[in-house]
């Protein structure tokens, strides 16, 4: 690695001799050169870490459904990440990013790398584009993630697929691009950091229209309006999901520092780790509290959403907060989670694994807090842009939903989810040794 990259400098550095310039100036030139190599290892780095989240919503949905529907939420997260791949090069980081300039969306066109300057000796573009592609592409798969658990055990594969192929080719670019991209919010003044609002809510928000429209499970809500509980198979496998998206957050608040190129950068990701870890925290203790309280048990299920809600809650700005201020934000979110899961029983929206209060309810709250450590942020900003992109994501999502419901159908018919969607949909188990016997968990 050092070899690799100590010749380009070397190079840099002699020609300007060469021509005169003074050895200042030169080793300018060498930093320029460094600060481009740490920036791209940061969104490699940081990059790997946000994709690995995808294993972690892999183990959580798989540890919060039932046995019957196990190999079914796997797949449904892989396809997922997978698809979100393939719509971010051929149409989402053009539209999110390409040409906005303070409107409404980029451009249709498939994204190619552009790296040409480097080679001249130009490193004023700060990284390598294509380790900017993936750092973005990694942050959509998260968005789709959210959908795939909160819709689990009773919607069509290939209906459920289609949706992601709408929401990250299209949806999540074109509101990303108000802000991210240099777009009308951005002009405003809005604040989203890392995503409370731009990747969680987005997925809470499409999670939400589709858990109304596809209706819940089967047995879920009585008649009589009493909620019967559905319990996961695998509640150690969910707890290793959560330890993993909490290890990933790192890689997702702190690669948004977009920057590893001088002290003062390090220092701030830093603070971002130290904020980032302190709000799980806060998240987790304040779901077993108000568990305890409200319950007199305290339950693990809400406990482990509780760590998401706070990591979800301080996305939006883990910059700025102290720690005390990080731990506050991160409880109340995971306090919130408490009361949301219970409320949306009430109205009879089905979330198998709570995604909607863990992503939607705390990324909202995430994003309204930030003024409160943030002296450039406003109240009024952030809430036009949470009302904006909910409405956006509303809408479309519905109107797509509704498509895909009234076209090819959402929902698998009543036979085959009594039966499960492992053996139904992909005809195998996730847990055969158990037999079929376990068809009825």
Same mark, same amino acid.
């Given at each position: 690695?050092?070899?690799?990259?100590?010749?380009?400098?070397?190079? *840099?550095? #002699?020609?300007?001799?060469?021509?005169?310039?003074?050895?200042?100036?030169?080793?300018?030139?060498? #930093?320029?050169?460094?600060?481009?190599?740490?920036?791209?290892?940061?969104?490699?780095?940081?990059?790997?870490?946000?994709?690995?989240?995808?294993?972690?919503?892999?183990?959580?949905?798989?540890?919060?459904?039932?046995?019957?529907?196990?190999?079914?939420?796997? =797949?449904?997260?892989?396809?997922?990440?997978?698809?979100?791949?393939?719509?971010?090069?051929?149409?989402?980081?053009?539209?999110?990013?390409?040409?906005?300039?303070?409107?409404?969306?980029?451009?249709?066109?498939?994204?190619?790398?552009?790296?040409?300057?480097?080679?001249?000796?130009?490193?004023?573009? $700060?990284?390598?584009?294509?380790?900017?592609?993936?750092?973005?592409?990694?942050?959509?798969?998260?968005?789709?993630?959210?959908?795939?658990?909160?819709?689990?055990?009773?919607?069509? +594969?290939?209906?459920?697929?289609?949706?992601?192929?709408?929401?990250?080719?299209?949806?999540?670019?074109?509101?990303?691009?108000?802000?991210?991209?240099?777009?009308? +919010?951005?002009?405003?003044?809005?604040?989203?950091?890392?995503?409370? #609002?731009?990747?969680?809510?987005?997925?809470?928000?499409?999670?939400?229209?589709?858990?109304?429209?596809?209706?819940?499970?089967?047995? @879920?809500?009585?008649?009589?309006?009493?909620?019967?509980?559905?319990?996961?198979? $695998?509640?150690?496998?969910?707890?290793?999901?959560? &330890?993993?998206?909490? +290890?990933?957050?790192?890689?997702?608040?702190?690669? %948004?520092?977009?920057?590893?190129? %001088?002290?003062?950068?390090?220092?701030?990701?830093?603070?971002?780790?130290?904020?980032?870890?302190?709000?799980?925290?806060?998240?987790?203790?304040?779901?077993?509290?108000? #568990?305890?309280? *409200?319950?007199?048990?305290?339950?693990? %299920?809400?406990?482990? $959403?509780?760590?998401?809600?706070? =990591?979800?809650?301080?996305?939006?700005?883990?910059?700025?907060?102290?720690?005390?201020?990080? /731990? +506050?934000?991160?409880?109340?979110?995971?306090?919130?989670?408490? &009361?949301?899961?219970?409320?949306?029983? @009430? &109205?009879?929206?089905?979330?198998?694994?709570?995604?909607?209060?863990?992503?939607?309810?705390?990324?909202?709250?995430?994003?309204?807090?930030?003024?409160?450590?943030?002296?450039?942020?406003?109240?009024?900003?952030?809430?036009?842009?949470?009302?904006?992109?909910?409405?956006?994501?509303?809408?479309?999502?519905?109107?797509?939903?509704?498509?895909?419901?009234?076209?090819?159908?959402?929902?698998?018919?009543?036979?085959?989810?009594?039966?499960?969607?492992? /053996?139904?949909?992909?005809?195998?188990?996730?847990?055969?040794?158990?037999?079929?016997?376990?068809? %009825?968990?």
């Amino acid at each position: 690695m050092f070899k690799k990259y100590s010749l380009p400098i070397l190079g *840099v550095a #002699t020609a300007m001799l060469a021509a005169g310039i003074e050895p200042a100036m030169a080793e300018e030139a060498k #930093t320029t050169e460094v600060q481009y190599i740490f920036n791209t290892i940061n969104f490699l780095m940081c990059g790997f870490l946000v994709m690995f989240m995808a294993a972690g919503f892999t183990m959580l949905e798989s540890g919060l459904v039932r046995a019957k529907n196990t190999a079914t939420i796997c =797949l449904k997260n892989i396809a997922l990440y997978a698809v979100a791949g393939i719509l971010y090069y051929l149409i989402g980081y053009n539209l999110m990013y390409s040409g906005v300039d303070g409107g409404f969306m980029g451009t249709f066109s498939i994204w190619a790398p552009d790296d040409a300057a480097v080679a001249k000796g130009d490193f004023g573009g $700060n990284y390598a584009t294509a380790s900017d592609w993936f750092f973005q592409m990694v942050f959509v798969a998260t968005a789709a993630s959210v959908v795939s658990g909160a819709l689990a055990e009773r919607i069509k +594969l290939w209906s459920f697929l289609a949706f992601i192929v709408f929401l990250t080719g299209i949806v999540y670019p074109i509101q990303g691009s108000w802000q991210w991209g240099g777009g009308w +919010l951005s002009e405003m003044g809005f604040a989203d950091f890392a995503g409370s #609002t731009l990747v969680h809510s987005v997925g809470g928000w499409a999670a939400l229209t589709g858990a109304i429209i596809l209706g819940a499970r089967r047995g @879920k809500y009585g008649a009589d309006g009493r909620v019967n509980p559905l319990p996961g198979a $695998n509640l150690p496998m969910a707890t290793l999901g959560t &330890f993993i998206l909490w +290890l990933g957050w790192f890689g997702f608040n702190g690669g %948004s520092q977009l920057a590893m190129g %001088s002290a003062a950068d390090l220092i701030a990701i830093a603070q971002i780790f130290i904020n980032t870890n302190i709000a799980a925290a806060g998240g987790v203790v304040a779901a077993m509290v108000a #568990t305890q309280l *409200v319950y007199k048990k305290v339950d693990l %299920s809400m406990t482990l $959403n509780g760590a998401i809600a706070g =990591l979800v809650s301080i996305t939006a700005g883990p910059d700025t907060p102290s720690m005390g201020e990080a /731990m +506050l934000i991160g409880a109340v979110g995971g306090t919130l989670v408490v &009361f949301a899961v219970p409320l949306l029983d @009430k &109205f009879k929206i089905d979330d198998v694994v709570g995604a909607i209060s863990a992503h939607l309810v705390a990324g909202i709250w995430g994003t309204m807090a930030v003024p409160l450590t943030n002296a450039d942020a406003s109240f009024a900003t952030q809430a036009i842009g949470v009302l904006s992109i909910g409405a956006f994501v509303v809408t479309a999502s519905t109107i797509f939903w509704l498509i895909l419901k009234y076209t090819v159908g959402i929902r698998v018919s009543a036979e085959d989810e009594d039966l499960g969607l492992d /053996m139904a949909e992909l005809g195998m188990e996730a847990y055969p040794e158990f037999g079929r016997g376990s068809q %009825s968990m």
